[in-house]
């Protein structure tokens, strides 16, 4: 069983599951270096956290038209309109909220606000599906979960 992340455009109502294989998420730091002549670097730390979240999985073709859990599961096109600027709606400027719905029993799921990074579709010859890897830099939103 694939793991499901639902995307929401904060726009609009639109709502897609994401078939997911893989997840890395990465939370980093990065305070602000300024070079002193003849001393070691200022840092200066404004305490901002930045969280980078890559996802792999599979699209299925145009038209399928699946479910899940009354959430349409974003197709091909779905997931090109998604990193289009000029699509509408538009999910390229806006904020979306990506939930980790993989442990549905965990009573509540991460929840990250992201804009996407980047994406990358591929399609094999012999398979009905498209392999892809999307991109997110955004924040956990819901922190404190164990």
């Known amino acids: 069983m694939a793991l499901a992340f639902t995307i929401t455009n904060s726009s609009g109502p639109t709502s897609f599951r994401l078939q997911v294989t893989r997840v890395?998420?990465?939370?980093?730091?990065?305070?602000v270096a300024a070079p002193l002549p003849g001393n070691d670097p200022?840092?200066?730390?404004?305490?901002?956290?930045?969280?980078?979240?890559?996802?792999e999985g599979t699209a299925p073709e145009i038209g399928t038209n699946l479910t899940e859990g009354g959430v349409s599961i974003a197709e091909h096109n779905d997931?090109?309109?998604?990193?289009?600027?000029?699509?509408?709606?538009?999910?390229?400027?806006?904020?979306?909220?990506?939930?980790?719905?993989s442990d549905r029993n965990a009573g509540t799921n991460p929840v990250y606000t992201v804009?996407?990074?980047?994406?990358?579709?591929?399609?094999?010859?012999?398979?009905?599906?498209?392999?892809?890897?999307?991109n997110f830099v955004g924040f956990l939103s819901t922190p404190g979960l164990d």
């Open 24 to 31: 890395v998420i990465s939370h980093t730091r990065a305070p």
């Open 42 to 55: 200022l840092l200066i730390d404004l305490g901002q956290w930045k969280c980078n979240i890559t996802l």
């Open 79 to 101: 997931l090109e309109s998604m990193a289009d600027p000029n699509a509408s709606p538009n999910w390229y400027s806006n904020n979306i909220t990506l939930t980790d719905d």
């Open 115 to 134: 804009k996407i990074a980047g994406l990358t579709l591929s399609k094999q010859e012999a398979h009905n599906f498209w392999s892809f890897t999307m």
